[in-house]
């Protein structure tokens, strides 16, 4: 039986990419789903790597498995660095992506294409079944934030943030081109190379 990695997140969006980007290593993959009822952790971090490693901490301490955790988000710079790691609660709690873009886009409505530079930042944590964070990594893809959203593709800021380099947003792009640029995939990097020497002996409780 191949050796289990949770992976703890709750958004459909990022657990498929996580799993495109782990799916080549000998582990089982499981998300929160597929554990029993878990409280969720509470994102009170000020950073991308503090709330990753919280996360982290906490499903793995509840769940008895090795736990791998992502927090990532958009900073615009004109925005001084908003939306943060408040992105996904931009416009509050439970706002869908299609709002948290509408009120991006009104308040860099006036500035020109060279004042819309932004970047998306991952922070990937994992920790043991006894919630020690073993490995921290960041991951960030800079870019800039387009005048409308476009693309049908990926989730949360992707229809609006165009990667450095290319002339479509993420959401335009195909996912093999999206995950060999993107900030989830540098941070992921470092992670990868971490789970691969790293014996996972835990099971579900």
Same mark, same amino acid.
């Given at each position: 039986?191949?050796?289990?990695?949770?992976?703890?997140?709750?958004?459909? +969006?990022?657990?498929?990419?996580?799993?495109?980007?782990?799916?080549?290593?000998?582990?089982?993959?499981?998300?929160?789903?597929? &554990?029993?009822?878990?409280?969720?952790?509470?994102?009170?971090?000020?950073?991308?790597?503090?709330?990753?490693?919280?996360?982290?901490?906490?499903? /793995?301490?509840?769940? =008895?498995?090795?736990?791998?955790?992502?927090? @990532?988000?958009?900073? &615009?710079?004109?925005?001084?660095?908003?939306? +943060?790691?408040?992105?996904?609660?931009?416009?509050?709690?439970?706002?869908?992506?299609?709002?948290?873009?509408?009120?991006?886009? /009104?308040?860099?409505?006036?500035?020109?294409?060279?004042?819309?530079?932004?970047?998306?930042? @991952?922070?990937?944590?994992?920790?043991?079944?006894?919630?020690? &964070?073993?490995?921290? @990594?960041?991951?960030?893809?800079?870019?800039?934030?387009?005048?409308?959203?476009? =693309? /049908?593709?990926?989730?949360?800021?992707?229809?609006?943030?165009?990667?450095? +380099?290319?002339?479509?947003?993420?959401?335009?792009?195909?996912?093999?081109?999206?995950?060999?640029?993107?900030?989830?995939?540098?941070?992921? @990097?470092?992670?990868?190379?971490?789970?691969?020497?790293?014996?996972?002996?835990?099971?579900?409780?």
């Amino acid at each position: 039986m191949a050796k289990q990695l949770l992976l703890a997140t709750r958004n459909e +969006g990022k657990l498929r990419e996580l799993r495109e980007l782990l799916g080549d290593l000998p582990l089982a993959l499981i998300d929160l789903g597929e &554990v029993r009822a878990v409280n969720d952790v509470l994102e009170a971090g000020e950073t991308f790597g503090e709330n990753a490693a919280l996360k982290a901490s906490g499903y /793995a301490r509840q769940t =008895g498995l090795v736990t791998l955790s992502d927090d @990532s988000g958009l900073e &615009v710079e004109a925005l001084g660095g908003a939306p +943060g790691v408040r992105s996904a609660r931009y416009v509050g709690k439970g706002a869908s992506d299609a709002a948290r873009i509408e009120r991006l886009l /009104a308040e860099l409505a006036t500035l020109d294409g060279g004042k819309r530079t932004a970047r998306f930042v @991952s922070a990937i944590a994992i920790a043991n079944p006894e919630g020690v &964070v073993l490995s921290t @990594s960041i991951g960030i893809c800079a870019g800039r934030i387009a005048f409308t959203a476009s =693309g /049908a593709s990926g989730f949360g800021y992707d229809p609006i943030f165009i990667p450095n +380099g290319y002339e479509q947003t993420f959401a335009e792009l195909d996912s093999d081109t999206k995950n060999r640029i993107s900030h989830r995939t540098h941070a992921l @990097s470092d992670a990868r190379n971490f789970l691969i020497n790293l014996t996972i002996t835990s099971s579900p409780r």
